[in-house]
């Protein structure tokens, strides 16, 4: 399996886009899954992703693209998943072929809406897939600065060494960097947890918050996931990696960031429909907020951020009034 490994990429957004281009500078043959027929047509023409990332050229030769999903699996090792969570489900309906035997690797940010399950503990309990042959795909690493081959880190994390190796093999390059951890837990609780710190900041921006309380939110979000994430699953992990803070910062803060896009739109006034209208991308954090709210009555943590957001995306909740409560929590 690891001479030449087979790889699939499944879906079709930005971050699957950004993946494919990664996988092509190491491997000639890669199959890839995405839904939309104009779109394979158009990157069969012309060589760019019509709707996501298309600045980036891609390497056609090294393609096969396909919108029937197990078509895309079949002849693969190692499959990354990178639908976003609440469409994963859906998406897989037609999956007839087995993952038992394949190298999962989750490049989703988020959780499974229906179980409130991380993608991982998914893919165990649907597909009866090893937890030994689960990677986690996170790290602070925006698509678009993919896109500009820009230095990025990402991090795998898995319990099985030898599969970790073969992943960062094949995404390492002259902008791509690979660090690995065997926390696949943490790590996917860090990368679901982080979009809704960034809704929070984007609401904060909107509301008219400045750098200042900005950095004070983000002091007290990384703090509060790290509580959460050690409710859920205690180990000796150091929060202050890349794989957790890194992603919180650059979540909160860049401009590419969809989670504070969302966020941002909310502080200004737009209900959760217009401004999910408003993006043609997909906020993760929506539907990670309310499955986290609800994991977190069975865990208890103190998590006043993830309190705040909950009330104004899914109660009806005035944001200005929600975060002068939640500015009496934060120190
Ligand atoms: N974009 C990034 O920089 C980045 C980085 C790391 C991880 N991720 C994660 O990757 C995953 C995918 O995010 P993305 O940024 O590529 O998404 P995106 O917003 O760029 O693209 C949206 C994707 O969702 C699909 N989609 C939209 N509506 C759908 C529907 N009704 N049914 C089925 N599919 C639908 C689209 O086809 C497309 O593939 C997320 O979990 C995200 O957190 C993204
Ligand atoms: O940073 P965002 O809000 O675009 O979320 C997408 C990914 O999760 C980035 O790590």
Redesign the pocket.
Known sequence: MNDNPKFAVI??????T?IVKMLSENLTDIAWY???ENAIEEIKLNYHNPN?LSSVELDVEKLSITNNVNEAITNADYIVF????A?LS??LESLTESLENKVIIS????IIPETSLIVGEHFHQTYNVPYDNIAVLTGP????EVALERLSYLTIACKNKEYAEVIENCLGSHYIRVKLTDDIVGAEYA?MLK?IYAIACGIAHGLGYGDNFQALLMSNAIREMKKFIKKVHKMKRNINNSAYLGDLLVTGYSL?S?NRMFGNMIGKGYTVKSAQMEM???A?GYYATKSAYELNKKYGAKTPIINAVYDILYNGGNPKKAFRKLTEKLD
């Open positions: 879906g079709g957004g930005s971050w699957a950004a995405m839904r939309n996501y990178a639908i976003p969570s469409f859906q998406e490049a989703i940010k988020g690493c925006h698509a678009e990368a979009n590419f969809r043609n991308m997909i993760e």
